[in-house]
């Protein structure tokens, strides 16, 4: 089955700082999602990409689909305290139904 | 516009009992699917349905699993004869209709059910 690879698997940063994550897959996607969740609560949807190349923002969130729509990053511009949590990517094809998660990165931001 | 509600948020099972999970999807949303997530890991697919229909089972144990999407009412995920290695979160979520519109794409998420079996 189609598999998501997210980087890094953690993160330890100071409050300011820019924060960078990506996906990869090894197959095609024509959908990719952003999640963050926060402990004891379900993933909130951060940015959705439904083109190839496209480049969205949400607040000091970017979130980009990549070119060969195998790949997508999301930063995070100067980071804050509740910008704490797990960030997950998704891959979704509309006739495979499911979307397909990463494994998460967590965030943790140092006052 | 209501999000996807679930209910219990959280559920105490001793093993061998059965836990029910119900999930009703946000208004407007025809496709329904079930996640589970298990301590410190990430979210792991187990079945989508539409009204009445199993479309993709293929993340669901085969026993003791089983999930529906009834003509009325919400969405239920059955385990039956729990065992403590089902303990985890739920998470339930929902979609509009598959369409050439982007949107249908897009799968928003209930705030999930925490079963602690005992």
């Known amino acids: 089955g189609q598999q998501l690879n997210q980087s890094p698997q953690s993160m330890f940063i100071q409050e300011g700082e820019d924060v960078s994550m990506n996906c990869t897959s090894s197959?095609?996607?024509?959908?990719w999602l952003w999640y963050k969740q926060d402990p004891g609560e379900g993933p909130v949807l951060l940015i959705a990409?439904?083109?190839?190349?496209e480049l969205t923002s949400n607040g000091r969130l970017t979130a980009q689909f990549g070119i060969t729509r195998k790949d997508s990053f999301l930063n995070i511009s100067a980071s804050i305290p509740s910008d704490v949590g797990i960030y997950f990517c998704?891959?979704?094809?509309?006739?495979?139904?499911?979307?397909?998660f990463g494994d998460g990165t967590t965030l943790t931001v140092k006052p | 516009n209501a999000g996807v509600m679930q209910n219990p948020r959280h559920l105490v099972r001793r093993r061998g009992q059965e836990a029910r999970l119900r999930c009703s999807p946000m208004?407007?949303?025809?496709?329904v699917y079930w996640y589970r997530q298990l301590p410190e890991e990430g979210l792991k697919f187990m079945v989508y349905?539409?009204?009445?229909?199993?479309?993709?089972e293929s993340g669901m144990p085969k026993e003791r699993f089983s999930a529906e999407f009834p003509k009325e009412g919400p969405s239920i995920l059955r385990i039956q004869q729990v065992v403590r290695g089902d303990s985890a979160a739920y998470f339930c979520?929902?979609?509009?209709?598959?369409?050439?519109?982007?949107?249908?794409?897009?799968?928003?998420f209930g705030e999930g059910s925490w079963l602690t079996v005992v």
């Open positions: 979520a929902s979609s509009p209709l598959a369409t050439t519109a982007s949107s249908g794409n897009t799968i928003y």
């Open positions: 197959s095609i996607f024509n959908t």
């Open positions: 990409l439904y083109k190839a190349g």
């Open positions: 998704a891959g979704h094809n509309t006739n495979a139904g499911k979307s397909t």
């Open positions: 208004k407007g949303h025809s496709h």
């Open positions: 349905l539409q009204k009445e229909n199993i479309i993709d």
